[in-house]
């Protein structure tokens, strides 16, 4: 069965996990140590003050490690958009089960208490306490039954206590809503450490076939393994390093942060609701997943949101041919669109194509889109696009006061003006852009 202990395993084959022996302080220490090795490594720290529990992450902070866990290619960033076409069109059911490591160990009632058994960490200086940020969040809708997990970042503010940050526009915010109506708090768990695979599953950006159990197993190759959780009616995945079971408060809020979030600012001070945990269960020996800091966050979000855009354009055109969120856009909000015009007819196309980004993907508020003699994934190359293709009077699209995302401090709660910018040559004009062509001389053979 795959799990968080495969991966590493996986991980430590490829010679990609840097090992920290020495103790590290949960404040703050531990999460800056990471940052040192953010995108380079997987990070394993052993032994963190206070208690006996191990500390992972990074397992999906740069495109290599999620080519490596797909089993794809990671020469060319569109292979990882062409696995996720395909684990999309098939899902794999899961596999309910009678028990499984995660019930290992099970902690009820008055023993309930969060930071006893989690190395929860405090990362940024600003942050407003601990967050629990590597977990999915399971819930099922109080109306249909289905079943939804996502991620979301979790503030432990006692013993069996903590608050629940939940963005605009998401399902579990809308469930939230329903089982208010309904006169209910929303039952809940969050499964820490598990295969980094389902945290993929869980940022999903399109309608799905089943739920994002099937999708998860899809990207797997294998059923996800289910058992009941303990105190509330739900099944969370068996092979889980920990199991944190509730409810949810529909109608209680309090007020959460400043935490950092994946722009590398301050989140607001907001309302949210609250989460009692009324049971912990974990593995023997088990290891606790932390997302700290941007990249693995940008990673998770941005390759979803690039298969997201690259369906929508797709559907408009396949003139589509690669499609790019950049890094230094957050992997959410510049989006790089390469075309192939091979007819008169596709002209203005391009254009239509900007539209459909903006509406698969609402954090998208930079569209550019080139020709297929431009690198997307050099960045000069686009400059070089748009310096010498781009007339920002005529190829200059505005679009006014479209929602983005409220954590961008420039956004007006969300709202902003975004652009199209098209750096595309005109059918009719491509003789007058050619680029210039050269002997491809093999330099080795010359030195």
């Not at 929602?403 to 975004?418: C, L, M, N, Q, V």
Request: charged share 30%; glycine share 8%; net charge neutral.
């Amino acid at each position: 069965m795959k799990d968080l202990r495969s991966a590493l395993e996986l991980f430590k084959e490829a010679n990609e996990v840097q090992v920290i022996k020495k103790e590290v302080d949960w404040k703050y220490e531990l999460a800056g140590v990471y940052k040192k090795l953010d995108g380079k490594k997987v990070v394993y720290f052993e032994k963190v003050k206070g208690y006996d529990v191990s500390v992972l992450s990074g397992m999906l902070s740069n495109r290599r490690f999620l080519s490596l866990l797909l089993g794809v290619d990671p020469s060319d960033p569109m292979n990882i958009i062409h696995k996720l076409e395909e684990a999309y069109q098939r899902d794999v059911l899961p596999k309910k089960v009678s028990s499984g490591p995660c019930k290992e160990n099970i902690v009820t009632g008055d023993k309930t208490d969060i930071l006893k058994y989690l190395p929860v960490i405090r990362a940024a200086y600003g942050d407003a306490g601990r967050y629990i940020t590597g977990g999915i969040t399971i819930t099922k809708d109080p109306e249909t039954g289905w079943y939804n997990f996502s991620v979301h970042r979790i503030c432990v503010v006692g013993k069996n206590k903590a608050l629940l940050h939940i963005d605009k526009n998401r399902r579990l915010g809308m469930m939230l809503e329903k089982a208010a109506k309904m006169g209910k708090d929303l039952e809940i768990a969050v499964a820490i450490g598990v295969h980094p695979l389902l945290l993929l599953a869980a940022t999903s950006k399109v309608q799905l076939k089943s739920d994002k159990f099937g999708l998860a197993g899809s990207f797997l190759g294998e059923p996800v393994e289910l058992v009941k959780a303990e105190t509330v009616d739900l099944y969370v995945p068996a092979h889980s390093e920990f199991v944190l079971e509730g409810k949810l408060t529909s109608r209680k809020f309090e007020m959460e942060g400043p935490f950092q979030e994946y722009p590398g600012t301050y989140s607001v001070v907001s309302p949210a609701p609250v989460f009692y945990v009324s049971a912990i269960t974990f593995r023997s020996n088990p290891i606790y997943y932390a997302i700290i800091g941007g990249t693995e966050s940008h990673i998770l979000r941005g390759v979803q949101g690039e298969y997201a855009i690259y369906k929508a354009a797709r559907a408009v055109s396949p003139i589509v041919k690669k499609v790019y969120l950049t890094p230094g856009s957050l992997c959410r909000h510049h989006a790089i669109i390469q075309v192939k015009k091979e007819h008169p007819d596709h002209e203005g196309l391009q254009r239509n194509i900007m539209y459909a980004v903006l509406g698969a993907m609402r954090e998208v508020d930079v569209v550019i889109v080139v020709d297929d003699d431009v690198d997307i994934y050099d960045l000069e190359d686009v400059e070089w696009a748009i310096a010498t293709r781009f007339d920002a009077e005529k190829d200059l699209l505005i679009f006014g006061r479209a929602r983005s995302h409220e954590i961008i401090p420039i956004t007006e709660e969300g709202i902003r003006t975004k652009i199209g910018i098209d750096a595309t040559v005109p059918f009719d004009k491509r003789d007058k852009f050619k680029r210039a062509e050269f002997y491809d001389a093999k330099l080795e053979d010359y030195l």
